[in-house]
């Protein structure tokens, strides 16, 4: 791992008592490039999956049970982009974008959703492990940044008022992005509704212009840990609560019996048309970009 490693795929948790604020901060890094390198991407194209992934990690590690997921996922018609499609589980973090090439190439940098995507709708989905139960909530792909539509998904989904900045920078050698996620929560995390959760309480205004204040460059700065960003933003408040969350993963779960497993869900005749000269069916992931030949 090189020096400049250690303050990236992590993410620290927070909470604003006085203010009944929580949040989250992400730092991508390796993880990040990992995930990239699957694919080649034109510059444009890949900062959209690389702000995606910022926002599932952010998005994601609010779940509190062991194996719950959160699914990102935005389909489209029109534009350079068609499909992207991002998870988060327990620390592990994947995801894909496809994209057509000769259109991509196209896209000038700061670019709206709808030139990237034409039209199309962002589904944000959790799964929670224990009780199986999933909800969904969808919004359509408007506005200037993923970011601005995953706000629009908590004030019409959850009715909570959210702020979330992301940043990403990339050169020839390497990619790096991070993220602000802050929410207002008046009535407490656990047990109670939040109807009263409104964009003009006094605290949340206060909470959401300090936290608004922040940088691009401080949210991918590795010289500025995430601890030290948090009490930057927020060092005038009474009380500020961290907490280091499991350090972030590629997690491609693609393997001969994950694929099994699927493959035996469909009748006998339909796999034997799938199986190749070797009597083997291959399947091709597109996260990881690995083809398995799987017996079935």
């Given at each position: 791992?090189?020096?400049?490693?250690?303050?990236?795929?992590?993410?620290?948790?927070?909470?604003?008592?006085?203010?009944?604020?929580?949040?989250?901060?992400?730092?991508?890094?390796?993880?990040?490039?990992?995930?990239?390198?699957?694919?080649?991407?034109?510059?444009?194209?890949?900062?959209?999956?690389a702000e995606a992934?910022?926002?599932?990690?952010?998005?994601?590690?609010?779940?509190?049970?062991?194996?719950?997921?959160?699914?990102?996922?935005?389909?489209?018609?029109?534009?350079?982009?068609?499909?992207?499609?991002?998870?988060?589980?327990?620390?592990?973090?994947?995801?894909?974008?496809?994209?057509?090439?000769?259109?991509?190439?196209?896209?000038?940098?700061?670019?709206?959703?709808?030139?990237?995507?034409?039209?199309?709708?962002?589904?944000?989905?959790?799964d929670l492990a224990?009780?199986?139960?999933?909800?969904?909530?969808?919004?359509p792909l408007e506005?200037?940044?993923?970011?601005?539509?995953?706000?629009?998904?908590?004030?019409?989904?959850?009715?909570?008022?959210?702020?979330?900045?992301?940043?990403?920078?990339?050169?020839?050698?390497?990619?790096?992005?991070?993220?602000?996620?802050?929410?207002?929560?008046?009535?407490?995390?656990?047990?109670?509704?939040?109807?009263?959760?409104?964009?003009?309480?006094?605290?949340?205004?206060?909470?959401?212009?300090?936290?608004?204040?922040?940088?691009?460059?401080?949210?991918?700065?590795?010289?500025?840990?995430?601890?030290?960003?948090?009490?930057?933003?927020?060092?005038?408040?009474?009380?500020?609560?961290?907490?280091?969350?499991?350090?972030?993963?590629?997690?491609?779960?693609?393997?001969?019996?994950?694929?099994?497993?699927?493959?035996?869900?469909?009748?006998?005749?339909?796999?034997?048309?799938?199986?190749?000269?070797?009597?083997?069916?291959?399947?091709?992931?597109?996260?990881?970009?690995?083809?398995?030949?799987?017996?079935?």
């Amino acid at each position: 791992m090189r020096d400049d490693d250690t303050g990236f795929d992590r993410v620290l948790a927070f909470t604003v008592p006085a203010r009944h604020a929580r949040g989250r901060v992400v730092r991508l890094g390796p993880v990040l490039e990992t995930v990239l390198s699957a694919h080649t991407y034109p510059r444009v194209v890949k900062h959209v999956l690389a702000e995606a992934l910022v926002l599932t990690a952010l998005m994601g590690s609010l779940l509190k049970e062991d194996g719950a997921q959160l699914t990102f996922q935005a389909q489209a018609e029109g534009g350079a982009v068609d499909l992207l499609v991002c998870d988060y589980r327990d620390g592990e973090l994947r995801g894909y974008l496809r994209h057509d090439p000769d259109l991509a190439t196209r896209l000038e940098e700061d670019c709206s959703l709808e030139a990237i995507f034409g039209k199309g709708y962002l589904a944000i989905t959790f799964d929670l492990a224990v009780s199986n139960e999933r909800y969904q909530g969808v919004v359509p792909l408007e506005g200037t940044s993923l970011a601005h539509a995953c706000e629009s998904y908590f004030a019409m989904s959850e009715q909570v008022p959210t702020l979330i900045r992301v940043s990403v920078r990339s050169s020839d050698a390497r990619c790096v992005a991070g993220g602000l996620l802050v929410q207002h929560l008046p009535d407490g995390e656990e047990g109670k509704e939040r109807l009263h959760a409104k964009e003009q309480h006094p605290d949340w205004e206060h909470v959401s212009i300090m936290a608004g204040s922040v940088r691009p460059e401080e949210l991918v700065d590795p010289v500025l840990n995430l601890e030290q960003l948090v009490w930057r933003l927020f060092h005038e408040e009474e009380e500020v609560r961290v907490e280091p969350l499991e350090p972030l993963q590629r997690g491609c779960r693609c393997s001969v019996s994950y694929y099994q497993n699927i493959l035996s869900r469909f009748p006998e005749s339909e796999r034997i048309d799938m199986r190749d000269e070797t009597g083997l069916i291959p399947v091709d992931c597109a996260f990881c970009s690995k083809i398995l030949h799987i017996p079935a």
